[in-house]
């Protein structure tokens, strides 16, 4: 969805560097969601925040930490970034004024830890 | 959690055929979505469908809620239709907050 942007698309790193992924939305929601794809695989949670003071983990949070800058803005840190978290991570967004929760995804970011 | 079951896994298609996947659910949902994720990666929202059918061109899909089970049905099927089909279920966890749980997908390939 062209509304939901993420920087950069593809990344190659080391071991124990640190990365950071960023999330840009025009949509206006307020919800927002980061996921990890691994190959074969659906997406697992991260974390997810519904506002720019809301943060939540979600179900693989560890080696991972986010920022929630403004509304429509969302960035995830890896802190020391390690080979088994080589994976296609993507962001979401969706409105809690909305009688429906449909989230929207952004193009994702393809990251490699070599 | 709630546990989410696609199948066909893998199903493989010739140009013009049709198809039906279908995604099982192991307790209530608020909601559920489905997804087409094409060759390069990208998440294709399809249908926000918690219950009912609807349509939209050559795809639709129906959820009967009552029995945890989705179908979605792709006609006249296209090269452009190959890809992975993701059935996510979405269930309120408590505080306001929902989560959308996702199944291992459908991966489609369509030969011409």
């Known amino acids: 969805d062209a509304d939901v942007t993420q920087t950069p698309r593809n990344r190659i790193t080391k071991t124990g560097k640190r990365i950071m992924l960023e999330c840009s939305q025009t949509?206006?929601?307020?919800?927002m969601y980061w996921y990890r794809q691994d190959p074969g695989l659906g997406l697992q949670l991260i974390y997810y925040?519904?506002?720019?003071?809301?943060?939540n983990k979600g179900e693989i949070s560890d080696g991972y930490s986010v920022s929630r800058q403004a509304q429509a803005k969302f960035s995830l840190s890896l802190e020391s970034a390690i080979p088994n978290q080589t994976a296609l991570y993507f962001c979401?967004?969706?409105?809690?004024?909305?009688?429906?929760?449909?989230?929207?995804f952004g193009p994702g970011t393809r990251l490699t830890v070599l | 959690g709630i546990q989410v079951e696609q199948s066909p896994p893998d199903l493989i298609l010739q140009e013009g055929a049709n198809s039906t996947l279908r995604c099982n659910f192991s307790?209530?949902?608020?909601?559920l979505q489905w997804f087409h994720q094409n060759p390069w990666g990208q998440l294709i929202n399809l249908f926000y469908i918690p219950s009912g059918t609807k349509q939209n061109g050559r795809l639709s899909a129906t959820t009967v809620a009552t029995e945890r089970y989705s179908l979605l049905y792709i006609s006249s099927s296209q090269t452009t239709d190959s890809g992975v089909y993701f059935c996510?279920?979405?269930?309120?966890?408590?505080?306001?907050?929902?989560?959308?749980?996702f199944g291992k997908g459908t991966k489609l390939s369509v030969i011409p």
């Open positions: 925040s519904f506002d720019v003071k809301d943060i």
């Open positions: 996510a279920v979405d269930q309120y966890s408590g505080a306001g907050s929902y989560q959308l749980t």
């Open positions: 949509k206006g929601h307020d919800r």
């Open positions: 307790d209530s949902v608020n909601n």
């Open positions: 979401a967004t969706s409105d809690s004024q909305s009688s429906y929760n449909e989230q929207f």
